[in-house]
């Protein structure tokens, strides 16, 4: 089916995917860390940056870097196609290339068959981590569709070489684990994806409606029983209101669909 957020091997400059804006800009196919060698992907490899706080913009930067200079630069041979950060996701490498990230060699099936994406890790700051994760899941769905490849091909680092990689989700920090994000990769909607919004009855005497998908988010107002209102996304099993109000719960509990 193919992603249209995906071309000619190459992320939309400008596009949106998960809470991300998306950066390609200055693409490189060779150089000092980037070996030039064809690449068709059937792999998706998940690492973290291995630092806390840096954001995107800076591994972007420190890879062109690296692939200008090289060992005599003070840079090691590792390069990755991808960075995403909490609002950004930068572009370094086309999806059609080979990337020095696996840790396998030259000819090991992590480098010469998987795109590797690095993400930026906040190991103090819950609320970015999770955008991180959930801009990479949303990134993983574009490829999955680009590429045909399997879910079960989004591989940890570690899959590779036992590296603790992705450090963060194989710690569990915030609770966020593997399996929390395979789950986020299965729930994720493309972005080009249209939703097609319905109408639900409220069938209990009142239901909160909420500034955000969640019991966690400030209660703004109330709906009563009987009365119909029409949705037009979901989260989590909560739904936005097109009148633009809020959310309310989508639970068979205090809803029924019309």
């Known amino acids: 089916m193919g992603s249209n957020l995906i071309k000619n091997h190459k992320l939309i400059h400008g596009s949106t995917i998960g809470h991300a804006g998306v950066v390609v800009k ?34 972007d930067k420190a890879l062109h870097n690296a692939n200008k200079y090289g060992k005599s ?11 995403v950060d909490y609002n950004k996701i930068y572009q370094e490498i086309p999806f059609n290339r080979v990337a020095w990230h696996a840790g396998d060699g030259e000819y090991g099936k992590g480098n010469r068959h998987s795109i590797g994406i690095e993400n930026c890790q906040y190991s103090h700051d819950k609320t970015k981590q999770r955008l991180v994760w959930e801009n990479c899941a949303a990134l993983c769905v574009e490829l999955t569709k680009e590429y045909s490849i399997p879910n079960k091909h989004i591989v940890q680092h570690y899959y590779w070489t036992k590296k603790d990689c992705p450090y963060l989700l194989r710690h569990k920090r915030f609770g966020y684990d ?17 939703f097609k919004s319905y109408i639900v009855r409220i069938i209990v005497d ?22 119909a209102y029409t949705i037009i996304e979901e989260k989590n ?5 097109k009148s633009g109000a809020g959310w309310i719960s989508l639970s068979n509990k205090y809803v029924e669909k019309i």
């Not at 060779?30 to 940056?49: A, F, Q």
């Not at 630069?73 to 960075?83: D, E, K, Q």
């Not at 009142?206 to 009365?227: A, C, F, Q, V």
């Not at 099993?237 to 209101?241: D, E, R, T, Y």
């Open 26 to 59: 200055n693409l490189m196919t060779s150089g000092k860390v980037v070996p030039g060698y064809s690449l068709t992907p059937s792999y998706i490899t998940i690492h973290n940056v291995g630092d806390d706080d840096v954001p995107g913009v800076t591994w």
């Open 73 to 83: 630069g003070g840079y090691r041979i590792a390069s990755w196609h991808v960075t």
């Open 178 to 194: 593997w399996t929390w994000f395979m789950n986020l990769v299965k729930g994720a909607k493309p972005v080009d994806t249209e």
């Open 206 to 227: 009142e239901l909160n409606i909420r500034t955000g998908p969640g019991t966690s988010y400030e209660k703004i107002g109330e709906l009563h029983k009987g009365d």
């Open 237 to 241: 099993n909560w739904g936005k209101l």
